[in-house]
């Protein structure tokens, strides 16, 4: 009967389009020309195959020919991934420091309420070994190897105390550690303005943003800022469900369209609103992608928020992980999606990219309006285009290079062992610029303008051009005017590095969410949103 069975569904199904075998020709006469290639090479390169780097390259290669978003996970790299795609791992839940390949471990910073935290560890403590082996002669990634592991399962750690010097052998059990994605809620300065800065997409981040919005009315919101800045996206179902919080039970949000085998899909939200009528503002920049951009360019074509920033990074497609052999994972992109008004955010052409990844400058004539559930203009072509654009914070030369080069987060290391407490983060202000310009001066790093670097590369190309010298004078002349040392280029830009310092040691104290209320203190495109007109809905 089963056989018969199979055999009716055979006899049932409809033929292959020419197309298709056309297709499957191709790719099988691809996987045998492959397979006889590395055959042939086995037996005759005049050295042994390096297989796994030849077959890595070659998958990455092919991969690379389709979109930036396909990638192959071979086995050793599924802890990362997991990392990445849902912010969780097996481990102690604390950011470690390895200055020296010979020296301790040092506690960077605990996450709260993670088992570092809650077994004492703190931000300086050092730690001498692990599980009886010492910790010198690792470096970083074997360090934080160690000290990962099977939830449930116990470490030992020998610690010298960042106060006291005290030598302690402490014990964590691990746990699965899961990275918020609300990484701070609260009201803001005015009393009415509740303020959610949500960072990530992954499993559980409707429910905190839930909750968060829930708590926000109990102290009397009267207005949500939900802020998507830098939110690279993630799960698009937790989009859907978070746009949920804001509209109808049924409401369709996204939907998504395969290739000609697969059917169009739409979601649609599935639990009750409770802010249904609140007044909403969607912060978002070129860092907001996917499923950011399905929040703010769904709830921006029902004109049931205000959105504003810079126009979002433009990432219209839906990825899906599909299991490979010997452990290896395929993210791969299977479907694009579309908002509402029928809009996909996805960039017209991937390698239409500004600096920052972001959507390059697409003309009008290259994309299509479409138009809200009131009759407002909106256009396709990549991201979603803020109702309310705000020109985001700019940074100089030197404050990327103390963030790259790690100088603030270890002169917060050194701060900290200076320092046993300091005042609440509402309070606290920090006073000691004349150090860290000391630090910074001791330590190694490109200090340069932007000017000057941009001064440096035009010298080269003279010289590559043979022209250097036929320029010497007016070169030496413009090194002079443009030239500023160290110490005078940190004391100049004061201003922007000191809360950048404030940040990063308010969280050693408080954790993660007492740098967002400091970054609050000095978030002037914030401000200048919370003075900016709402459209109507």
């Known amino acids: 009967m089963i056989l018969a069975a199979v055999i009716l569904a055979f006899a049932a199904a409809p033929k292959v389009p020419a197309g298709a075998q056309s297709k499957s020709f191709n790719l099988a006469r691809w996987m045998q020309t492959e397979t ?57 839940g604390a950011i470690i420091w390895k200055p020296d390949k010979n020296g301790p471990v040092i506690i960077n910073e605990p996450y709260e309420g993670s088992p570092a935290a809650l077994s004492g560890l703190r931000c300086g403590d050092e730690i001498l070994a692990i599980d009886g082996a010492t910790t010198v002669g690792l470096d970083a990634t074997e360090a934080s190897s160690r000290m990962k592991g099977k939830p449930g399962t116990k470490v030992t750690f ?128 070129s860092g907001s992608a996917s499923a950011s951009e399905i929040v703010a360019g769904s709830l921006q074509d029902y004109d049931r928020a205000t959105i504003m920033g810079a126009r979002t990074f433009g990432k219209g497609l839906v990825q899906s992980v599909r299991p490979m052999p010997y452990g290896g994972q395929l993210k791969v992109t299977t479907a694009k999606y579309y908002i509402p008004s029928g809009r996909c955010v996805q960039a017209i052409d991937y390698s239409n990219r500004a600096e920052d990844g972001s959507v390059g400058h697409i003309p009008d004539s290259l994309t299509h309006e479409f138009t809200t559930a009131h009759g407002r203009k909106v256009r396709d072509g990549g991201g979603v285009t803020p109702d309310v654009e705000l020109k985001g914070r700019e940074y100089s030369r030197l404050s990327y290079a103390l963030a790259y080069n790690g100088i603030i987060e270890h002169y917060t290391i050194d701060y900290v062992r200076a320092h046993e407490s300091i005042a609440p983060v509402e309070e606290y202000h920090f006073d000691d610029y004349d150090g860290f310009v000391k630090f910074a001066l001791a330590s190694d790093f490109d200090a340069r303008t932007s000017a000057m670097a941009s001064y440096d590369r035009m010298v080269e190309e003279l010289r590559k051009d043979g022209l250097e010298e036929s320029f010497a004078a007016e070169l030496k002349a413009l090194k002079a005017r443009l030239d500023m040392d160290k110490e005078t280029f940190l004391r100049l830009k004061k201003d922007e590095i000191v809360p950048l310092i404030e940040q990063e040691i308010v969280s050693r104290y408080y954790y993660q969410g007492a740098a967002v209320q400091m970054n609050l203190r000095y978030d002037t495109v914030l401000r200048e949103a919370l003075k900016s007109p709402r459209i109507s809905y």
Do not use: C
């Open 36 to 92: 006889a290639l590395l055959q042939e090479l086995n037996r005759s390169y005049v050295d042994s195959l390096p297989v796994e780097r030849m077959q890595k390259a070659g998958i990455d290669a092919m991969l690379a020919t389709l979109d930036p978003y396909t990638i192959w996970v071979p086995e050793d790299e599924n802890e990362d991934f997991e990392l990445m795609i849902n912010h969780s791992y097996g481990g102690i």
């Open 158 to 285: 020998s610690v010298r105390r960042v106060y006291t010097g005290a030598i302690e052998d402490i014990t964590v059990t691990r746990r699965k550690i899961h990275l918020p994605n609300v990484e701070y809620a609260g009201m803001l300065e005015d009393g009415r303005t509740g303020y959610v800065l949500l960072t990530g997409f992954t499993e559980g981040a409707a429910s905190e943003v839930r909750t968060a919005v829930a708590d926000l009315q109990k102290k009397g919101m009267k207005e949500l800022v939900l802020d998507l800045r830098g939110n690279g996206g993630g799960v698009l179902q937790e989009a859907v469900e978070i746009v949920g919080i804001f509209m109808p039970r049924g409401t369709v949000v996204v939907s998504s369209k395969g290739n000609s085998l697969t059917r169009e899909e739409n979601y649609k939200t599935s639990a009750a609103p409770i802010a249904e009528q609140l007044p909403l503002v969607v912060m978002v920049d």
